[in-house]
């Protein structure tokens, strides 16, 4: 092999792992559901609804890189679980411009998560890793109130 070959091998093999890192493809899955749901009105003609909305969207995206299987995006790959996705009032309508706070507002998240965290979708859409203390007084969209929360 010739001498600038051995870096190319280097590249793909450091891509190949970082493709595979839970906590990278948790927070790629989260941003596609969160994109899936912003725009499910535009690709099935009505307001997200339920986890089919979602699915119709994804499966209608252009998506890079390509998934294997389009429904694995609804698992997280830490906790093997489906995403919880709160339906109802979209990110829009979640979020206030004049109150910060709205854009804190939890979305989408883990089910059980791992090492004592959880990847979480804000109504920002931007997606953040939250302590088991920090998800459990966050503020949830639609009232929504997760298993084993008060």
């Known amino acids: 092999m010739t001498r600038w070959a051995w870096p190319l091998v280097g590249l793909m093999l450091v891509g190949c792992s970082a493709r595979e890192d839970p906590d990278k493809l948790a927070r790629i899955r989260l941003n596609r559901i969160g994109q899936a749901y912003g725009l499910g009105a535009f690709f099935v003609g009505h307001r997200t609804k339920c986890e089919d909305d979602v699915r119709q969207t994804l499966r209608t995206m252009i998506i890079q890189p390509e998934p294997k299987d389009r429904?694995?995006?609804?698992?997280?790959?830490?906790?093997?679980?489906?995403?919880?996705?709160?339906?109802?009032?979209?990110?829009?309508?979640?979020?206030?411009?004049?109150?910060?706070?709205?854009?804190?507002?939890?979305?989408?998240?883990?089910?059980?998560?791992?090492?004592?965290?959880?990847?979480?979708?804000?109504?920002?859409?931007?997606?953040?890793?939250?302590?088991?203390?920090?998800?459990?007084?966050?503020?949830f969209a639609n009232k929504h109130k997760p298993a084993g929360k008060p």
Do not use: C, H, W
């Not at 829009?92 to 965290?117: F, W």
């Open 71 to 139: 429904d694995s995006i609804m698992i997280s790959p830490r906790d093997g679980e489906p995403f919880v996705i709160i339906y109802g009032d979209g990110p829009a309508d979640v979020l206030d411009m004049q109150n910060p706070s709205a854009k804190t507002i939890i979305m989408a998240y883990e089910r059980t998560g791992a090492e004592g965290k959880r990847y979480v979708l804000m109504s920002a859409q931007n997606v953040e890793v939250l302590t088991d203390d920090e998800f459990s007084r966050a503020t």
